[in-house]
């Protein structure tokens, strides 16, 4: 409790006042006497939800420019997509239908695991001829296992940065272990994550993935769609999963969208063709 009034002459104001102030800078248990930045009951509260939005898009955005990075290549794709010889390690140890099952997935899909880690090597090794950060293009991606890993490491053995934007999520999603010190990011809010994906891509790259690659891939092509942003290249590796899990032909002939939207999206089959694609838009040497 606050020390009371005083009652008597024998107790001054100024000892009141002395008692006081030592009173409330020992009582940890008044919350209204937090600085505010430090009362994380307060920063939770929903009156501040637009203050944690402006910190999330911030913290980012001054350590991506003290490392000098203007520009990114955004990579989506399934976090559940491992090494052809991780999948040839569960093919071996495979005993169960279910395993071997899962195995000849992991198998038939590593392929474009080893794909994006090619395509990170190929971007690391376009900025080692470049001598000025604004004309460098570093992988960004979701931070995460899978197809996010195989980019960021591919990068990381060529000896470039490697970006990763993460999420928390109920399980939570550890970042992987080739990102680049002091360029892995932790996020709360997918909005905001997904800012971030767009503020410096100059390429999205998008391999087979769910919904998650599916939310991110749609709303780059709303944007551009819509020409909220610059237009720039979208390409979609593995064309056979894309056009079948996405029937572009039916939407088209349905009238919700036009032959022009499909101009937006570069359907390609290697690491290598898809930086073909981002070269020749800009021009690169």
Not at 80 to 90: G, I, L, N, T
């Given at each position: 409790?606050?020390?009371?009034?005083?009652?008597?002459?024998?107790?001054?104001?100024?000892?009141?006042?002395?008692?006081?102030?030592?009173?409330?800078a020992?009582?940890?248990?008044?919350?209204?006497?937090?600085?505010?930045?430090?009362?994380?009951?307060f920063?939770?509260?929903?009156?501040?939800?637009?203050?944690?939005?402006?910190?999330?898009?911030?913290?980012?955005e001054?350590?991506?420019?003290?490392?000098?990075?203007?520009h990114?290549?955004?990579?989506?794709?399934?976090?559940?997509?491992?090494?052809?010889?991780?999948?040839?390690?569960?093919?071996?140890?495979?005993?169960?239908?279910?395993?071997?099952?899962?195995?000849?997935?992991?198998?038939?899909?590593?392929?474009?695991?080893?794909?994006?880690?090619?395509?990170?090597a190929?971007?690391?090794?376009?900025?080692?001829?470049?001598?000025?950060?604004?004309?460098?293009?570093?992988?960004?991606?979701?931070?995460?296992?899978g197809?996010?890993?195989?980019?960021?490491?591919?990068?990381?053995e060529a000896?470039?940065?490697?970006?990763?934007?993460?999420?928390?999520?109920?399980?939570?999603?550890?970042?992987?272990?080739?990102?680049?010190?002091?360029?892995?990011?932790?996020?709360?809010y997918?909005?905001?994550?997904?800012?971030?994906?767009?503020?410096?891509?100059?390429?999205?790259?998008?391999?087979?993935?769910?919904?998650?690659?599916?939310?991110?891939?749609?709303?780059?092509?709303?944007?551009?769609?819509?020409?909220?942003?610059?237009?720039?290249?979208?390409?979609?590796?593995?064309?056979?999963?894309?056009?079948?899990?996405?029937?572009?032909?039916?939407?088209?002939?349905?009238?919700?969208?036009?032959?022009?939207?499909?101009?937006?999206?570069?359907?390609?089959?290697?690491?290598?063709?898809?930086?073909?694609?981002?070269?020749?838009?800009?021009?690169?040497?």
């Amino acid at each position: 409790m606050s020390p009371k009034l005083p009652v008597n002459n024998s107790q001054t104001i100024t000892d009141f006042l002395n008692l006081h102030k030592n009173h409330m800078a020992e009582d940890n248990s008044a919350d209204s006497y937090k600085f505010a930045f430090e009362d994380e009951a307060f920063l939770v509260r929903r009156e501040t939800l637009g203050l944690r939005f402006q910190l999330e898009l911030l913290k980012p955005e001054i350590l991506l420019h003290e490392q000098g990075i203007e520009h990114t290549i955004t990579v989506f794709g399934s976090t559940r997509f491992v090494s052809s010889e991780k999948a040839q390690e569960m093919e071996r140890l495979a005993k169960t239908p279910q395993a071997i099952a899962e195995a000849k997935r992991a198998l038939l899909h590593s392929k474009y695991y080893d794909s994006a880690r090619e395509f990170g090597a190929i971007v690391a090794r376009y900025n080692d001829t470049q001598t000025e950060d604004q004309n460098k293009l570093y992988v960004a991606t979701g931070g995460g296992p899978g197809i996010m890993e195989a980019v960021n490491r591919g990068a990381f053995e060529a000896g470039d940065k490697s970006i990763g934007f993460n999420i928390s999520l109920p399980r939570e999603q550890h970042p992987n272990p080739y990102l680049t010190p002091g360029l892995s990011f932790r996020f709360h809010y997918f909005a905001i994550r997904k800012m971030h994906f767009m503020l410096r891509a100059r390429a999205i790259v998008a391999y087979p993935g769910g919904f998650g690659s599916f939310d991110e891939l749609f709303e780059v092509l709303t944007l551009m769609q819509t020409k909220k942003v610059v237009r720039f290249p979208i390409v979609l590796v593995g064309q056979d999963f894309w056009c079948e899990v996405i029937n572009f032909k039916k939407m088209l002939e349905h009238g919700v969208i036009e032959q022009a939207d499909m101009g937006l999206i570069h359907f390609v089959e290697t690491a290598e063709e898809a930086w073909t694609v981002i070269r020749d838009w800009y021009q690169l040497t």
